[in-house]
């Protein structure tokens, strides 16, 4: 699912959550943020290691160099090549960039030279720079396109873009190979990290050293980069870590960012400055909150069974959650245990998963670009797959009558089904000129509303398939998720810009003013049943309620989750919140309490999580190194079963007598009501043991007594 060779270089888009890698496995791939999943297949084309990648200054298309000498252009989007490849250096092609106008290519080698490229046609323009007598590491365009710079050997060189000279003299003062070199977003400064541990700062205009260098890596620092702001630089090392720094003061800020276990080959910033994503010889991308230094999920090869989705049956018995291990998994809403066994089928992580109205069926979307239809009382998969989304399928949705399924993908399109022949109703809806991350069927079924990435909302006609007015604007970024009100009356949207936006349906034009309380991207929002209130849940951990008339945020954030909380969604009696996290876990909250703003500030969910990982429904004694199992009770409340886990793996009774012992794999997830179950490694595979007639102690004698 990644990259088999270490990550070389990667870049952040510059119009969407988009990451592009290269690596030593010869293959560029693109990567969504807020997943951390690839989209679409690998880029294939070079035959030696990709050393440097770029995106164009408008996100359509990524430049790559290569080891093979050869130089490649890509269209972003569908990740197909643009042309042929721009041949002419005679050594290892070592970096690329674009200019700030998008019309040049500039590219370093090996063979000592500099070329600089018209994007449009591939053709070079002019003569090669051949002033350095070492080979070129590292190429950057001033912000204001008209000089280049390059590091090569121990020295750093500005060139003139229009004659081709060289601007000064070269930069000096780094004892070992220079690595990496970039401007200043204001052009004033120039940044440069070396072989020799340190990283150096320089006037631009003068060539001039300013400060002392910045030390504290160990080891070659092989990459450095400004964020948006100008105001840090970030560095990769040998020493496995990346370090912040303060470009006044030359100090570091925070401790360094660890939990690489290769070489640091490439950082950089997110456009907005917001996150650092770094990527490794260890075969890694891992993405930091730049302000905590917090490493954001999980690196990129090592994403699993987080979960993605959840969704509440009609009769609001049970909780269908998809996560990124491919299954789907069904909870007793009441008690929290998991339903039979896991659903097998997709063959990459599930996105989204829905309930049909009458709850007979389950239908899921996946990144293995698949729809699949289940049926919800056996798990047996319904039919063949759904294909025809060149994409993954990032939403699922059903008709109000149950006719049809609605689904959308990073294809840009949405998609017709018939429900109870799984084939394609009319042509796919196109109109969005990004990936759709949003759908839902008006209560009536005429209408369609859709979001997307493109920074639009689309309504279209249900049966004709055909729009209904202009697209609806406001928000600043992607928009995830989007839901029509109970009556119909209004819309709802969350985005990535942070906000939520109320819609008249009729008129698409916004109610009020946006919605804003979320510190970072909201990654799903839904209306209660009665249409009083609204839920969203985003990155920054946390779920919030809304009052949909007024748009005033109810009682205090839910908190609790410890990742993304990727999914919410209302019980069908409006009682209960469930919503799924990247820290693994499903949790159900109380929402009784909505009209009593004062209770929520609790921010006590319902239930005790339901937990992939490590049980968060434990009481940890830490004087006595005893783990509490906790039970549910009939009203939802979490009661002690009276039996502990100590830490070499024995349950005890709470008169201390030893029971039995659990292996260690098999000690998360723990549970106890009258039947104690025993996770046995495997996702969805326990051992259940009745404990409702059993005697411990000396008692187990009058089992042959009254028996």
Not at 178 to 190: C, E, F, N, T
Not at 340 to 348: A, F, K, M, Q, S
Not at 438 to 448: A, C, K, N, T, V
Not at 654 to 666: I, K, S, T, Y
Request: glycine share 12%; hydrophobic share 30%.
């Amino acid at each position: 699912m990644g990259h088999t060779r270490w990550v070389t270089c990667l870049a952040y888009s510059p119009v969407g959550p988009r990451v592009v890698s290269g690596s030593a496995d010869k293959t560029i791939r693109i990567w969504d943020v807020e997943s951390g999943a690839p989209v679409g297949d690998p880029l294939k084309g070079h035959v030696d290691f990709i050393r440097s990648i770029a995106y164009s200054p408008d996100g359509r298309h990524i430049v790559s160099g290569s080891d093979d000498k050869t130089i490649r252009i890509w269209d972003a989007e569908s990740g197909d090549p643009v042309g042929d490849p721009l041949k002419g250096h005679i050594g290892f092609i070592r970096s690329v960039a674009y200019s700030p106008d998008g019309r040049h290519i500039v590219s370093g080698s090996y063979d000592k030279t500099i070329r600089i490229w018209d994007a449009e046609t591939r053709a070079p323009v002019g003569d090669p720079l051949m002033s350095h007598t070492h080979d070129v590491e590292k190429v950057a365009y001033i912000p204001d396109g008209l000089n280049i710079l390059c590091g090569g050997g121990k020295t750093i060189r500005i060139w003139d873009v229009q004659t081709g000279d060289p601007v000064g003299e070269p930069l000096k003062g780094h004892t070992g190979w220079i690595m990496s070199v970039a401007y200043s977003p204001d052009g004033r400064h120039i940044v440069s990290s070396s072989e020799d541990s340190t990283i150096r700062i320089w006037d631009a205009k003068t060539g001039a050293p300013v400060g002392e260098p910045l030390r504290g890596h160990i080891g070659h620092v092989y990459s450095v980069s400004y964020s948006p702001d100008g105001r840090h630089i970030i560095s990769g090392a040998d020493d496995q870590t990346i370090r912040t720094w303060n470009t006044k003061t030359g100090a570091p800020v925070g401790k360094p960012l660890e939990g690489h276990t290769g070489q640091i080959e490439c950082v950089t910033y997110s456009p907005d400055g917001r996150y650092i994503v770094s990527g490794s010889t260890d075969k890694t991308i891992r993405i930091w909150d730049a302000k905590t230094g917090a490493p954001f999920g999980e690196p990129s090869k090592a994403l699993t069974n987080w979960m993605s989705t959840v969704a509440y049956s009609p009769d609001g018995r049970y909780i269908a959650s998809g996560s990124n291990d491919s299954l789907i998994r069904i909870w007793d809403a009441e008690t929290g245990a998991p339903v039979d066994e896991p659903l097998v089928g997709h063959t990459d992580g599930v996105i989204c998963v829905l309930y049909s109205p009458d709850g007979r069926h389950l239908v899921s979307g996946s990144l293995d670009q698949t729809i699949r239809i289940w049926d919800a009382a056996t798990g047996a998969p319904v039919g063949n797959p759904l294909k025809g989304h060149a994409g993954p399928v990032i939403r699922v949705a059903y008709s109000p009558d149950g006719q049809h399924i609605l689904s959308c993908s990073t294809d840009k399109t949405v998609r017709i089904w018939d429900a109870q022949t799984g084939t394609s109703v009319g042509k796919p809806l196109g109109g969005h000129t990004e990936s759709v991350n949003g759908i839902s069927y008006s209560p009536d079924g005429r209408r369609i509303v859709s979001s997307s990435y493109d920074l639009t909302i689309r309504i279209w006609n249900a049966e004709t398939g055909s729009l209904v007015g202009g697209p609806l604007e406001g928000h600043t970024f992607g928009i995830p998720s989007v839901a029509y009100s109970p009556d119909g009356r209004h819309i709802i949207s969350g985005s990535h810009d942070k906000t939520i936006r109320i819609w008249d349906a009729e008129t698409g034009t916004p109610v009020g003013d946006p919605l804003k309380g979320h510190t970072e991207w909201i990654l799903s929002v839904a209306y209660s049943p009665d249409g009083r209130h609204l839920a969203s849940s985003s990155m920054d951990q946390t779920i919030r309620m809304w009052d949909a008339t007024t748009g005033a945020s109810v009682g205090d954030p839910l908190k609790g989750h410890i990742g993304s909380v990727t999914s919410t969604s209302y019980s069908p009696d409006g009682k209960h919140i469930v919503s799924s996290s990247k820290d693994k876990t499903i949790r159900i909250w109380d929402a009784k309490s909505v009209d009593s703003p004062g209770d929520l500030s609790k921010g006590r969910p319902s239930t005790t999580p339901i937990d992939m990982s490590s049980p968060d429904g434990r009481d940890v004694s830490e004087a006595d190194n005893m783990t509490q199992i906790w039970n549910t009770d009939m009203s939802g409340g979490v009661v002690p079963s009276g039996l502990h886990l100590d830490r070499n793996g024995w349950v005890n009774q709470a008169n201390g007598g030893l029971l039995f012992w659990v292996p260690e794999d098999c000690r998360n997830g723990l549970t106890c009501p009258a039947i104690l179950t025993i996770p046995t490694g495997g996702f969805g595979n326990v051992v259940r043991l009745d404990l409702s007639d059993a005697c411990f102690g000396g008692s187990w004698e009058q089992i042959k007594t009254n028996s």
